[in-house]
């Protein structure tokens, strides 16, 4: 069982000095790797991986294709502020072949784990001589694993898999004791902009979890444009987390005075402290009919758009 720090109980110089010297000790004189995707966790983790090892902790940035639109390029921007080179990896076809005919959500987020970890960074390790994979699982991530909920694609030993068996490298885990509301003061600590600290979560397995159904590169494309257009309108507003999902049903619409059998996106928004429990935030209906045209006029093919109303639970986060 991981021990939780409470964020009442963090005393952010102290957690940072003790995972640093965690870091230094299980690498010794050698090399990391740590997986950046510009979320939360993984740049908190980048910036302790620095700290640690400076320029032996190498920092990669897999494109998987399912990420929101300029992300690689604003990430590389941000770290290169903060003096961090970021590599970005181009596994897009990887990652699409993978998930290529499969519906059900659980073998999506497995089929991604098993790209992530056993080509695109078994591939990086062998190539490399690195032997570590530093990465920001929290104990939120672990909690909805072992009970079943949803498997988190970056949690293994608590499943009872070997990563070092498994995929042939140590995984280190500096966040494990803590939920969002304490990495996020981590990162501040850290020196990171409030862009990275205080960004809305974004699952690993990105906007493949916003996807009903198969993914493809003309959904994702439909997905990352309605990502967009969300994240413009809801941002600065206080809530937790607020995102795009894209139905798989069609349903009939008209455009132009023709019938248009076209798609559906699900607006969500989320207010919630640790995401364990969530509720969907009270937007005003003004916004909601801003977010209703926007999507309409922005995203080719949409032709309704409706708001999450129920909470988590039963619902998740994230729609697979
Ligand atoms: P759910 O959808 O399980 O999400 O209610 C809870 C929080 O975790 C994020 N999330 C993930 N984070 N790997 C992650 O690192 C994942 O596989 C994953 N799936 C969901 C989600 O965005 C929410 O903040």
């Known amino acids: 069982m991981t021990s939780e720090i409470k964020l009442q109980d963090l005393v952010p110089e102290k957690f940072i000095g003790e995972k640093v010297n965690e870091i230094k000790s299980a690498v010794g004189d050698g090399i990391a790797i740590n997986a950046l995707s510009g979320g939360v966790d993984s740049s908190v983790v980048t910036m302790l991986g620095h700290r640690a090892l400076g320029n032996r902790l190498r920092s990669v940035f897999i494109q998987n294709g399912l990420m929101r639109d300029g992300e690689a390029e604003r990430v590389e921007c941000l770290f290169k502020e903060l003096g961090v080179k970021i590599e970005v990896i181009d596994a897009r076809k990887e990652f699409l072949d993978a998930l290529a005919g499969i519906t059900d959500p659980e073998k999506k987020r497995e089929a991604i784990t098993q790209t992530f970890y056993k080509k695109v960074f078994g591939r990086i390790v062998r190539e490399s001589d690195a032997h570590f994979l530093l990465q920001g699982t929290i104990l939120t991530d672990i909690d909805e694993t072992v009970a079943g909920i949803k498997r988190q694609h970056n949690v293994f030993a608590q499943l009872g898999i070997d990563p070092h068996k498994a995929f042939g490298y140590k995984i280190l885990e500096p966040l494990i004791q803590l939920r969002k509301d304490g990495v996020r003061s981590i990162g501040k600590a850290l020196g990171l902009p409030e862009e990275l600290f205080a960004r809305i979560p974004f699952p690993g397995p990105a906007l493949a979890a916003r996807i009903i159904g198969e993914v493809t590169e003309e ?99 994230e729609a697979v």
């Open 219 to 317: 959904k994702l494309s439909v997905v990352r444009k309605a990502t967009s257009v969300v994240e413009r309108i809801l941002a600065g507003r206080g809530a937790f987390q607020f995102m795009a999902i894209l139905h798989e049903d069609r349903v009939t619409g008209m455009r132009d005075g023709k019938r248009d059998f076209g798609r559906q996106i699900e607006v969500r928004c989320w207010d919630s402290v640790d995401a364990r429990t969530a509720t969907p935030t009270r937007l005003s209906f003004d916004i909601l009919e801003y977010l209703a045209s926007e999507l309409v006029e922005k995203v080719p093919g949409v032709v309704s758009v409706t708001y999450n109303i129920a909470t988590k639970p039963p619902s998740t986060i």
